[in-house]
Structure formats: structure tokens, C-alpha cells
């Protein structure tokens, strides 16, 4: 059974920096693109940033220059690191993947397997 696991997220003030952690099991993801998603209250989920399986990346033009998508693949692991957060970065975060193989992006649609998400909130 295939399994992402979040962890990293909470409570912080605008300027300040988290690092999001994802931890997948029952597959091995290094053949598949993975990636984070977000939702805020009242708001459909949107792509944050995704990792390819070449590690190519690719990030929502509001998190430019400050969000960073990496993978470790001997860890199965997948992480979003966080820095100068606003208050409009306040959402529950996922992490994503496929089941397609050998893909360098992860649109929406794609994705096959969701984490349960953690809560990330931006204080003013």
C-alpha cells in the first residue's frame, strides 16, 4: 500500500522558514515525478512545486525565489523548503505523486497518490 507521510509543518511569522519533509513507502518514487500541492481555506488545491525524475523542477510563479523543491531518492523522501513566508502561504500542504513513470512534471491531474497534508500558518 502505497503511503506519503508530511511532516514539518506549523506555526510561524511572516519572514521566517520551514522545511517540509515527505516520506513515501510501499513504492519506490525515484522513477516518478513528485511534488507539493496546497489548499487554503475556501480555495481549490494548487500546485506549489514539482520534482522530475531528472530533477527538473518547476514552481507556482508565487513561490519563485523563495520555495525549494528537492528529492532523496535513497530515502524515498521528498522536501519543500520554505523560506520568507508571507501570510497568504498559510494552507494545508500535500504531497504528491504518479503512477506514470519517467515523467518530469506533475499536473494536477496526474497524480495518483495524496498525503494527508500538514497545516502551515503564517502569522503577520
Known amino acids: 500500500q502505497v503511503q506519503l507521510v508530511e511532516s514539518g509543518g506549523g506555526l510561524v511569522q511572516a519572514g521566517g522558514s520551514l522545511r517540509l519533509s515527505c516520506a513515501a513507502s510501499?513504492?519506490?518514487?525515484?522513477?516518478?515525478?513528485m511534488g507539493w500541492f496546497r489548499q487554503a481555506p475556501g480555495k481549490g488545491r494548487q500546485s506549489v512545486a514539482t520534482?522530475?525524475?531528472?530533477?527538473?523542477?518547476d514552481y507556482a510563479d508565487s513561490v519563485k525565489g523563495r520555495f525549494t523543491i528537492s528529492r532523496d531518492n535513497a530515502k524515498n523522501t521528498v522536501y519543500l523548503q520554505m523560506n520568507s513566508l508571507k501570510p497568504e502561504d498559510t494552507a494545508v500542504y500535500y504531497c504528491?505523486?504518479?503512477?506514470?513513470?519517467?515523467?518530469?512534471?506533475?499536473?494536477?491531474?496526474?497524480?495518483?497518490?495524496w498525503g494527508r497534508g500538514t497545516q502551515v500558518t503564517v502569522t503577520s
Open positions: 504528491a505523486s504518479t503512477a506514470r513513470y519517467y515523467t518530469e512534471t506533475l499536473p494536477y491531474s496526474w497524480v495518483d497518490y
Open positions: 520534482i522530475g525524475v531528472k530533477f527538473s523542477t
Open positions: 510501499g513504492h519506490t518514487f525515484s522513477n516518478n515525478a
